[in-house]
C-alpha cells in the first residue's frame, strides 16, 4: 500500500529554516505529482506548494519567496525548504500525492517560536 512518511519537522527560531523530507513507498514515485500542505491549530488544511512530475512549482500565496519544494525521484522524496520563518508557519505539515485520489503522511509538527 501507499506509505508517506514525512520527518525534519521541529522547533525553531523566527527568521529561522528547516528542511522537511518526505519519503514515498508503494507508488511509482516519479509519476506522481506531489505536495506539501500544513494544518495549524482550528484552521483548515491548506496548501503549502506542489510539484509535477516535471518538476513544475506552486506555491501558496503566504509562503512564495520563502519556501522552496523539490524532488528527488531516485530517492522517492519529496523536499521542503523552509526559510525565514514566521510564527504563523507553526502548522502540522503533511505531505501528499496529487491526484482523484490523494494519499496523505502521517505530519510533522513544525513549530516557530517569536
Known amino acids: 500500500q501507499v506509505q508517506l512518511v514525512e520527518s525534519g519537522g521541529g522547533l525553531v527560531q523566527a527568521g529561522g529554516s528547516l528542511r522537511l523530507s518526505c519519503t514515498a513507498s508503494?507508488?511509482?514515485?516519479?509519476?506522481?505529482?506531489m505536495g506539501w500542505y500544513r494544518q495549524a491549530p482550528g484552521k483548515q488544511r491548506e496548501l503549502v506548494a506542489t510539484?509535477?512530475?516535471?518538476?513544475?512549482?506552486n506555491y501558496g500565496d503566504s509562503v512564495k519567496g520563502r519556501f522552496t519544494i523539490s524532488r528527488d525521484n531516485a530517492k522517492n522524496t519529496v523536499y521542503l525548504q523552509m526559510n525565514s520563518l514566521k510564527p504563523e508557519d507553526t502548522a502540522v505539515y503533511y505531505c501528499?500525492?496529487?491526484?482523484?485520489?490523494?494519499?496523505w503522511g502521517q505530519g510533522t509538527q513544525v513549530t516557530v517560536s517569536s
Open positions: 501528499a500525492t496529487i491526484g482523484p485520489v490523494m494519499d
Open positions: 508503494g507508488i511509482i514515485f516519479s509519476t506522481k505529482h
Open positions: 510539484i509535477t512530475q516535471t518538476r513544475y512549482t
